[in-house]
């Protein structure tokens, strides 16, 4: 059974080789590239072909690559030059996701307006949001030469208003969304997703507490995972489950050590564990 999980298990920053290696020991078969998601961090040729060569030590295969969010260079920035910037790391992204043979969508993070949000925030949500539909006019063309998809990820606390939007109103053949399980968690946002599931072109499977976004694994929070698994099927999604897991808030965290020096027990236990409750979920989807 092909099941997929993000490569930021522990951190998003860094050599990547030790939680690749320790994702295709536990069983996994593909990654969702979430390395440096949150920085400016853009992908030369030689960090590429390092890559290429550890998928290939370790039998994995890229489905989705995570691109850059909460960083200055934003491709709904208000700011004109960063958003250009941020055009350009979509295209980095994209490039890099052709060498390596990436078999799904680039998926970005947008600006959503939160259910609490006040008018000023409003207000600037809205100025990002031009923005940001300036830059998927200027993308069309270049996803059109690329042969590139990009999904817009549902965000936690969001009314949908933009997400709606966008997916109104953009062609599917470019754009669509990326299914995040925990962030629909958050303000019970799974019928939007049921409503808008044929659109769907990348998943972010995790579970959380209905509050906080704890990327944790399958069955170990609130959500309803019966009807996350329709929204799947009734999708037409045929690609690979993907998961966005994070061993920080599970119980296999070992308190007295950092992220990034997590004991091997530790994330082997946590990996194991993941791949079970993954693979339960795969069935109830029919997988």
Known sequence: ?????????????GDPENALRQISEAGFTHILWSHQWNTDFAYGKHEIAAIKSMLKRY??????????ANAEKSFFSPIEYQRKA?????????????????????????????????????????TQFESLLRSMDELIPILEKLDARIALENM???????????????????????FDSGHANINYQLDKCLKYCKRIMALHLH??????????????????WKLTAEIIKNSGYA???????????SPF???????????????????DDALIRCRKFAEMCGR
């Not at 039998?59 to 691109?67: A, E, F, S």
């Not at 579970?207 to 309803?224: A, C």
Request: proline share 5%; net charge negative.
């Open 1 to 13: 059974m092909d099941i997929g999980i993000c490569t930021s298990i522990g951190v998003a920053f």
């Open 59 to 68: 039998n994995l295969k890229i489905q989705d690559v995570h691109g850059c």
């Open 86 to 126: 941020g055009i350009d790391l979509i295209i980095n992204r994209i490039e890099m996701m052709k060498e390596l043979s990436a078999s799904g969508v680039l998926v970005m993070h947008q600006p959503r307006i939160r259910d609490n949000s006040t008018p000023e925030q409003i207000a600037y949500k809205r």
């Open 156 to 178: 936690p606390g969001d009314t949908w208003e933009f997400q709606s939007y966008l997916l109104d109103n953009y062609p599917e053949k470019y754009f669509g969304f990326c």
């Open 207 to 224: 579970d959380n507490d209905g509050m906080n976004d704890k990327h944790i694994s399958p069955f170990s929070g609130s959500l309803d």
């Open 239 to 249: 690609g690979v489950l993907t998961y966005e897991l994070h061993i920080k808030e």
């Open 253 to 271: 965290m070992n308190k007295e050590f950092p992220l990034d020096k997590q004991p091997e027990e530790n994330t082997k236990a946590f990996l």
